[in-house]
């Protein structure tokens, strides 16, 4: 069974909005750090934002002031709001734990173009 699912992508224009949503199947969801990364065709997949366990967040440069990650702790589900997309930010779009790293799910495409 994925531990990880990824959903909430589709086709934006640019400057438009796209809220994603990771579900979690796994047990002790609050204990971990939770990340978003995405992966464009023949480059290696990046980070891009984090939540620690304590609510701590963290971005990349590329998408401070324009993304926001979430969690919720209950639902054992994580989001990353994103505002103000770029064509750059075309990418699949994933989820896990990085000091604890599962599978990785199917992860959700998002295209921004015009």
Do not use: H
């Not at 047990?27 to 971990?32: E, G, V, Y």
């Not at 978003?36 to 934002?49: D, F, H, K, L």
């Not at 998408?63 to 209950?74: A, L, P, Q, Y």
């Amino acid at each position: 069974q994925a531990q990880f699912v990824e959903s909430g992508g589709g086709l934006v224009q640019p400057g438009g909005s796209l809220e994603l949503s990771c579900a979690y199947s796994g047990s002790s969801f609050n204990m971990f750090t939770m990340a978003w990364y995405r992966q464009t065709p023949g480059n290696q997949r990046e980070w891009v934002a984090s939540i620690s366990r304590g609510g701590t967040t963290n971005y990349k440069d590329f998408v401070r002031g324009r993304f926001t990650i979430s969690k919720d702790n209950v639902k054992k589900m994580g989001y990353l709001q994103m505002n103000s997309l770029k064509a750059e930010d075309t990418a699949v779009y994933y989820c896990n734990f990085p000091n604890s790293l599962r599978t990785w799910g199917q992860g959700t495409q998002v295209t921004v173009s015009a």
